[in-house]
């Protein structure tokens, strides 16, 4: 029983600050990228940042560079975004995916968790 599981999410004002958690669990994703996928109502998924399975190397969204961090700890089968200063359009249902290093191997989504920022 393969989960992904989101915490962190919730209502804060702009300015403000979260951290999301991924916890992962009946697999190790140690190999897999992990990345945050976020939507808004009305609007297709975005891709918000990416970390490598080593976590050597992260992409973000330019829309969050410098304000958000995306973290893992392969020990704890968990990834972290850090999302600071936060403005209202960041709010937006937020999704970990787990991407494997084999085309052929499943990707897994957790069930995403609300952050909502008011201005």
């Known amino acids: 029983q393969v989960q992904l599981v989101e915490s962190g999410g919730g209502l804060v004002q702009a300015g403000g600050s979260l951290r999301l958690s991924c916890a992962a669990s009946?697999?190790?994703?140690?190999?897999?990228?992990m990345n945050w996928f976020r939507q808004a109502p009305g609007k297709e998924r975005e891709l918000v940042a990416s970390?490598?399975?080593?976590?050597?190397?992260?992409y973000y969204a330019d829309s969050v560079k410098g304000r958000f961090t995306i973290s893992r700890d392969n020990a704890k089968n968990t990834v972290y975004l850090e999302m600071n200063s936060l403005k209202p359009e960041d709010t937006a249902v937020y999704y970990c995916n787990a991407e494997p290093p084999y085309t052929y191997l499943r990707n897994y989504w957790g069930q995403g968790t609300q952050v909502t920022v008011s201005s």
């Open positions: 970390i490598s399975w080593t976590g050597s190397s992260t």
């Open positions: 009946g697999r190790t994703f140690s190999n897999y990228a």
